[in-house]
């Protein structure tokens, strides 16, 4: 018998919104650049930085099978998590979520609704983990460590970026 594996699998980018220092795009930035500038904004606007991460280029799979060519739906998503005064439980998510792909010939609409909430569930229960691990500090110092080389270059860092 093969080994359990986990059941559902979920993958992100974390950017601690406290490190965000500024909200617009430069002009020179590509839409895209722009577009997730704008969500930035709207996610600080909305939740403030303390205690708030966004997550981006999120990915959530659940396996209803144990054979991966059957049973396996996709969603993406990106939003907002937040923490407790300790910051290290999560007490909440406000996240974007679309299906991206299925390979369930059974599927219908009100299970991919049910679904896409379980994202947001799925995901509180990983940022525990994330922090657990400790990636929640390495996020954090990596993302100081961008400030302080955008600060020494004058506050460019070229353009798309």
Known sequence: MA???EWVDIAFDCLPLRQVGRLDAPLDAS????EFSARLAKAIHRHGTHRAYYLHRGQCTFHLTNDPSLGRLVFRFEGTVLTDESDRRTVGADLHVDLESA????????VVQWFARTVSEAVSLEFNRFIEAGD???ARRR???LQAEVDEQGGYLGMYL
């Open 3 to 5: 080994a359990a594996r």
């Open 143 to 145: 993302m100081e460590a």
């Open 136 to 138: 929640l500090e390495q």
């Open 103 to 110: 390979t369930c010939e059974w599927l219908t609409e009100p």
């Open 31 to 34: 839409p895209a650049w722009r």
